[in-house]
């Protein structure tokens, strides 16, 4: 076998090439390239090493220019607070109030002139001058000569300022730079004409330098300077002709200016220097940027110019690259040499395997796995040449094997035949079962094959469907005019699906609503010239669901009336059409008379089948135009548009007629049905509709106070406009309040009488007003009820009240309980029980020291709900005591049927009980009941020692009143520590 693998690598030298060629070893062409990339490398990283630290150091010095401009804006800033300061206590200066509002020249000059000395040495003051409120220069000090430039200027910004009112700050360039305030002079309110004062801007920017260490200079253009002839001959002033600018400052003057001249020679664009530059100058670098500087009042905007030496930095950098050229340099020749000596032997060892190759060909695998054996020793580590020997052997076995593996691929395609065909009918039966219609279209928008449920559905057979043209199926509809487009475009390849909705028209005349998904057929085949396939969900239930949800968006379910969101729409479009058609209309606002005893005797079934025949009742009375709706409860509101107030006065009649003609029996019960209904008149009582809704409310209120049954006109010539606008005026306040948080707490304490200690306290809200009025609850709380805004006060209170208390017991050494009133409203609120349950786990507080009080008014408009509201809050850990106990028939009921922990006695039966009999008899035996139900008893309005001592005979539990202690402020009496 030796002679034969010899011979193979000369065969492939000789008869491998038809032509002369130039050999180069594989080894050279890997050592020539890698030196080449090697040093590509080495290029590359220097250049990105260097300019990431360009990028960086121009970052850091970004960073540092805008550290800059912050630093000199913070310097001006305080230059500018400074000047302030001193202009406001000018007037406080002995003298100077009294020779301000003289308005006398020589009287201010003779004044202030025993100061200026002070402000010049003191406060570093350049300028100073006096102005009356006509802007009539009265008195002037400083260290300038006359220029009309400055004067012009400085006296129209003193004009502007007696003007407006209101300061200016400015600055001025003319021999040097100065920092100008003018400020309104006010002396007891009265405004007498205006002061400026000037400082220099020398001060500032030493303290730049200072703070920096970069040298700060002022560019002003040559425009601004020459039009006032402010830069003569002054030695101040240094110009740059290239630039076109005078430098008013410059810090180092003598070097930064020679630096700046040569800039300027080889910049003579100063856009390139407010990008910034770098120069070169002694063989020393420099950094040069502009940075604008605001204020300055000349016709070219007045520019600073940082100069920084960066020559440190730029060694630093130049060092660092050479450093990387070397080492990188020295690292590529010896890598290049390590190189060269490791290829040359795995490369020769796959040489020889490629000699052996060509004994594949001729299907020698024995003789090549043996010849490849032969000459080959197993290695520790193994390379690339190792795998190309394994790959080698592993190929020779694998094409002896090639024959039993195309075998095994031909029965492996007789299989998936199989399996295809099994698939294929598998979806048949699935189109045939699935719920919804499947078919398929050709290139002219024929239908060609449909599944069964598109037959049943339909109710037209397959054959029937075949070559009927798809849009033949779907009803005509104005929304689907271009849906043959669409479907031509999917059928020419520009679309890929198409999603829409249509009615199906049937066999049997009937209609289907559908949701179309149509999809372009990827596939194309000559048995089968489909193109498209169009699924379809039959959605005519959910059609009509929605339908009847959107119906109920507008209408009340139990009346069919419209609700209160759609009223408020319709009577807004109305209320516009009157305005602009000057057409007068009417609203009528009522709510049924007892309704609420109707619900309580009969049930709510019987409250329902009233309504229902209220808004029949309503229904068969108005007009076609008219808009009746049902506003929630048993309120209810007609629109009468294009109607007259007589006209509306009549209808509002017949209602009541009809009303009174109807009753309504059941369950062996009779119950009549009136109403008392507020009209009023658009849009002489109200242009939007909230107000015309508050003056029928109101207008129905009225008509309740003149007996029930009736009707009210709304008028401006009775309370009813008066009551408009107190209720405006207390829903702006309490919005106020509400937004600001204006309400206080004030606490009163609750005196146990057993051991004649404070444990407990009332919570009473009061709010203040902007001027610092403090209004108690009863000047604000019936305009909330009618404004809806109770329920925002609620939550207000709760979380303020359960937050004081959670501070209170965490700074007190003893257990201190609150007791919080809810309004009437509350129990009807059903975000009052989340609001509370949340501000209990806020605050982190035993739910046992608080206390709700409630009335039996409030218990009265709602019991059921009051009930389940205590039962809930019960539940929490939280207690309840009924108040004003004693003044209605009923509360002894309520005793019986509430949850309640306490009762309070009402003041009206406390305040006399040491002189009245009566009282004393009416307390004992409220107490005597309160005590037979185990609820603990506390008695307000106790104002004197005599009435105490008769509660603590009658064993009464807790005592409250001006003579236990009068409501203080919270924080007084618990003041918060954290503060």
Known sequence: MKPAVSEEPVDLKNTGHKFSRIFVGLSWKISLLSSLILLLVVTAFSMINYNSLIDSIDQQRETQYQRYAREIESLIGRNSENLHGLVRIIPYLKGMKTSLQADDSQEILTTFERYWTLFQIQSDIEDIRFYNSSGSLLAQWGNFDANAYRDNLILEHVREVNAREQPATLMICVESCTQYIIEPLLINGIRTGAVVIGSSLVDVFLNFKRASGSDIGLFVGYAANDSHSILSDNAAFMGIPEWNVSITALTNSVKNLTILSRAAKSYPNLAKIEQGIQYEWNNRHYQIKLLPLHGIRIPDQGQLVIITEVTDTVQAIQNSIWRIVVIGLIGMVFSEIILFSMISRPLSRLKYIVSLLPLLAGRGFSNFRSALSSRWRKRRLSDEIDLLHDASLALSHKLEKLEEKVAYRTRMLVQQRDELSKEKDFIENLLDTAQVIVLTQDASGKIIMTNTYGEILTRYSEEELQGKHFMELLAPDGEQYNLDVYLLEIRQGNRDQLRHEAIVLCKDDSKRNVAWLHSRLTWQSKDDPSVILSVGLDITEYKRVEGHLAWLADHDPLTNLYNRRRFSEELEQILSWAERYQHPGALLFFDLDRFKFVNDTSGHQAGDAMLKMVADMLSRTVRTADIAARLGGDEFAVILPEITPEAAIEVAKKILARLNETQLSLNGRTHSISASIGIAVFPEHGNNVHDLLAAADLAMYQAKETGRGTWHLFSSN?????????????????????????????????????????????????????????????????????????????????????????????????????????????????????????????????????????????????????????????????????????????????????????????????????????????????????????????AEFVENKEVLSILDKLEVDFAQGYYIGMPTLAEKLFPDTND
Not at 758 to 779: F, K, N
């Open 718 to 938: 009775d309370q009813s406009r008066e009551r408009v606008r107190t209720l405006v005026y207390w829903k702006e306040k309490i919005e106020y309040a509400n937004a600001h948080d204006r309400y206080l707490l004030y606490l009163q304490p609750i005196q146990t009488l057993r051991d004649g200690i404070t444990h407990h306290y009332e919570v009473l809200l009061r709010m203040q007003d902007e001027d610092g009025t403090i209004h108690s609850p009863g000047a604000f709380i019936r305009a909330a009820e009618h404004t809806g805004l109770i329920h925002k006060i609620d939550h207000l209170v709760l979380h303020k009240a359960i937050a004081l208390a959670a501070r209170i017991n965490q700074a007190e050494n003893r257990r201190i309980g609150l007791s919080i009133n809810l309004s009437a409203h509350a129990f009807n609120d059903p975000e009052l029980l989340p609001t509370i349950s949340q501000a209990l786990s806020v605050n982190q507080i035993d739910p046992g020291l608080l206390m709700f009080e409630i009335t039996e008014t409030a218990a009265l408009d709602n019991l059921p709900g009051t009930r389940g509201l205590l039962y809930d809050l019960k539940q929490l850990g939280c207690g309840f005591v009924l108040d004003d106990f004693g003044v209605g028939f009923s509360s002894f009921y309520y005793l019986r049927e509430l949850p309640v922990d306490a009762v309070k006695i009402d003041g009206s039966f406390i305040r006399n009980l040491a002189s009245n009999p009566d009282d004393q008899i009416l307390v004992s035996a409220l107490c005597s009941v309160a005590k037979g139900f185990g609820k603990k008893i506390t």
